[in-house]
């Protein structure tokens, strides 16, 4: 059961360039998250989805945009990256609204 | 708003010592909390959650409502719960959207 899986591992990134991070579950669950972890700070929340079709924005979402064509798939776009892009990224999901999050390897993102 | 916090970046205790992690939450409903642990190298995953009051790896969470926290303690630290902890709580209506407070990071000296 491979549960969350997040590509890349890491990416390294041109100031003005954009890049998609893949996240998809296996485990049919509606509600997917996009967090950003920043040193010595909590997960921000990014985007969110409680089901196919349906986005919405988090605490911090400027610069970033999400789609939710499938249940299994939940991809986070950057465009135009900023230094201030560099951080962790985490994927997550939970099958009900306060079940507990299932979280992806996290993809390691600089920008330079 | 919801909001939690958690007080200390960095705690060090020594192996066999007792330790507690603080939590202090703020909701104005019925909050859900859960610990969550990221050991080095590995991805977040779930400690423990208040509704199911069970302890896993020796750690246990009592939520005090009156106090508004939710500390983990463990009475016996070991060196292998070295570690990040996340705090976080999550609300019944705004979607399963959950709030991590910066995390403490763990270090049980041998």
């Known amino acids: 059961n491979a549960g969350v899986t997040q590509t890349p591992k890491f990416r390294i990134l041109k100031i003005g360039q954009s890049m998609t991070l893949q996240c998809t579950q296996d485990?049919?669950?509606?509600?997917m998250y996009w967090y950003r972890q920043d040193p010595g700070m909590g997960l921000k929340l990014i985007y969110y989805?409680?089901?196919?079709?349906?986005?919405d924005k988090g605490e911090v979402p400027n610069g970033y945009n999400v789609s939710r064509s499938t249940t299994e798939d939940f991809p986070l776009r950057l465009e135009l990256a900023a230094p201030s892009q560099t951080s962790v990224y985490f994927c997550a999901s939970r099958d009900r609204d306060n079940s507990p999050l299932h979280f992806g390897n996290g993809t390691r993102l600089t920008v330079t | 708003a919801q909001r939690v916090t958690q007080p200390e970046k960095l705690l060090s205790v020594f192996k066999g010592a007792p330790v507690e992690l603080k939590c202090n939450y703020s909701y104005s409903g019925s909050p859900e909390l859960f610990w969550y642990v990221q050991y080095s190298r590995q991805r977040l995953q779930l400690l423990l959650r208040?509704?199911s009051r069970e302890s896993i790896k020796g750690f246990t969470a009592d939520l005090n409502k009156g106090e508004t926290s939710f500390h983990l303690k463990k009475p016996f630290a070991q060196e292998e719960d070295s570690a990040m902890y996340y705090c976080a709580l999550s609300g019944r209506t705004n979607a399963g959207k959950s709030t991590f407070g910066d995390g403490t990071t763990l270090t049980v000296k041998p």
């Open positions: 989805s409680v089901g196919a079709g349906i986005t």
């Open positions: 485990m049919n669950h509606n509600y």
């Open positions: 208040h509704i």
